[in-house]
């Protein structure tokens, strides 16, 4: 049973370039968060999605981010015109029901460095 | 707002030694759950311990165990019998009952497991 997959690892962009971050659930997920880890720093909540839906994007920059889980596909992360500043671990992570206390399981991470 | 709060940013423990990180948490409501999470050099965030803030008995795992003090907001996480294999970044979690897995993280202990 494959666990969550993100892709790419690792990305480099320039400044200005767009930035997309794609993860798989677990096979029987149907809930999706992602999670920002900056240098030094703990994980910060961003975006909790569902199947072609929002629930809480309370964590999420107004601009240039966007997240999205389609009906079919993984979900995407999209960082538009990148700044430094958004160089960082972005984790996705899954759960089967999105109840409070439920075990939800990260994925390893995808490393975008912005130059 | 709910905050963790980690006050050792650093620890280091011998081989076979037992070591306890530390773990506050600042909130009004009373149902919540408590994590510590793992992040090793490879840095995947696994779940190390879970605990539910209606249960008295403090969870264990192997030989991993929590002191939750519900009263002093305390949630220490002891590891026994420490392997160098333990060595990570150790992270504190909190989520509410009631808002799906969205997570707040303290900002980790590193922890080093010396010979």
């Known amino acids: 049973n494959a666990g969550v997959m993100q892709n790419p690892r690792h990305l480099v962009r320039r400044r200005g370039q767009e930035a997309r971050l794609r993860c798989s659930p677990m096979?029987?997920?149907?809930?999706v968060y992602w999670y920002r880890q900056l240098p030094e720093e703990g994980l910060k909540f961003m975006v909790y999605?569902?199947?072609?839906?929002?629930?809480?994007e309370s964590g999420m920059p107004k601009e240039r981010f966007s997240a999205e889980f389609p009906k079919e596909g993984p979900s995407i992360l999209r960082i538009q015109q990148v700044v430094r500043g958004d160089s960082a671990a972005y984790f996705c992570?899954?759960?089967?029901?999105?109840?409070?206390?439920?075990?939800?399981?990260f994925g390893e991470g995808s490393w975008l460095t912005v130059v | 707002a709910q905050t963790v709060t980690q006050s050792q940013p650093e620890m280091s423990v011998q081989e076979a030694e037992t070591v306890t990180l530390s773990c506050t948490y600042d909130?009004?409501?009373?149902?919540?759950?408590l994590f510590w999470y793992k992040q090793p050099p490879s840095r995947q965030m696994i779940l190390v311990i879970r605990?539910?803030?209606?249960?008295?008995q403090n969870a264990t795992e192997n030989r991993f165990s929590v002191n939750f003090q519900k009263a002093a907001k305390s949630f220490s996480l002891k590891i026994s019998d420490s392997q160098l294999g333990d060595t990570a970044m150790y992270f504190c979690?909190?989520?509410?009952?009631?808002?799906?897995?969205?997570?707040?993280f303290g900002t980790g202990t590193r922890l080093q497991v010396t010979l």
């Open positions: 992570a899954s759960s089967p029901q999105g109840v409070s206390g439920n075990t939800i399981y």
């Open positions: 096979k029987g997920h149907s809930h």
């Open positions: 979690a909190f989520v509410n009952t009631g808002t799906a897995s969205k997570l707040t």
């Open positions: 605990q539910e803030a209606y249960k008295q």
């Open positions: 909130t009004s409501e009373n149902n919540y759950y």
């Open positions: 999605l569902q199947k072609e839906n929002i629930i809480d």
